[in-house]
């Protein structure tokens, strides 16, 4: 069966493919019934029926392209023993670690502590439709090690950026260990079915610019290698968020199949200036779908669609859909996406 979003990583189509990141999250209402049959949100992600419920929540409301599997980039830091926990109102929290005194975990089995993803994607590619592409995904080594080494989320990440200047030899130990480890996830889930794979650097606009290259680029690049040599051969897309300039470099060293862009990227520079020979996802603002009556909304899908008509290109937000979006304004992009000629 054709799948348009896959043919759009490889070559121009005639219809622009569609799916939202965090397509699956607090906006759809059914999520808290589901989140509720488990004790915490870990239990929530190692549950195979619940993350398989959760993936395809969206699909009940929404014509889309792709299911993304409902997990979350901090399950390594999990299975590496850092005590991860998600508290209400807070966000993550992990047992923080200590440059040059926190031993770094490199025996811990990801095929084995991931099983639940594992079992959960051979569950969705039976189910979904067939022209539905299955998304895998994990973090990139620098955000994890950002929340790893925080202990949390933060505005500014300062112990992570402080690591790199005191304690390079030890960071770059844990970087190289959590390369091992995203290769592994991404492998697992390209073996139970995955279409294709994401790698989400949320935090990458923290990577001081001398170090951008080492700690954004190269373990990106690191982690394809790793899953060609094992002949992974699903397209990957890569998320470094709000990379700036960055993102020229990125698009031609990560060997990212398609890059996706956040909604500070201005459409027409990125034509100028990234690899023109991969594929661009993006970038429609996610706060454009919060309003109940934004009358820019259609200017700002057409003007995306036009400037991409002849680029390889999936159509997506430039961040998570947001708890606050409404439904009925992503059912409005979703015609419009549709429609558009």
Known sequence: MNKLLLNSIKDIQKKTPLWFLRQSGRHVPEYFEIRAKAKNFIEFCLNKNLVVESTKLPLKYYDLDAAIIFSDILMIPWAMNRGVKFVKGEGPILNPMVPDVTKIEKKIDIFQLLRPINDAMYILKKDLPSHISLIGFAGAPWTLSCY?????????????????????????????TLIVYVAQKLELQARAGADVLMIFDSWSHMIPYPYFQEFGIKPVAKIIELLRSKNIQQPIIGFPFKA???????????????IALDWTVDLDWALKNLNSSIAFQGNLDPSSLISENNSYLEESVKSILQKMKNRKFIFNVGHGLTPECKIKNVKNVINMVRNYN
């Open 148 to 176: 790893m080494i925080e202990g949390k989320g933060s505005k500014d990440f300062i112990k992570t950026r402080t690591a790199l200047w005191e304690a390079k030899k030890w960071f770059k130990e844990l970087i190289d």
């Open 244 to 258: 700036g300039t960055s993102l020229v470099q990125y698009s031609y060293e990560s060997n990212v199949d398609c």
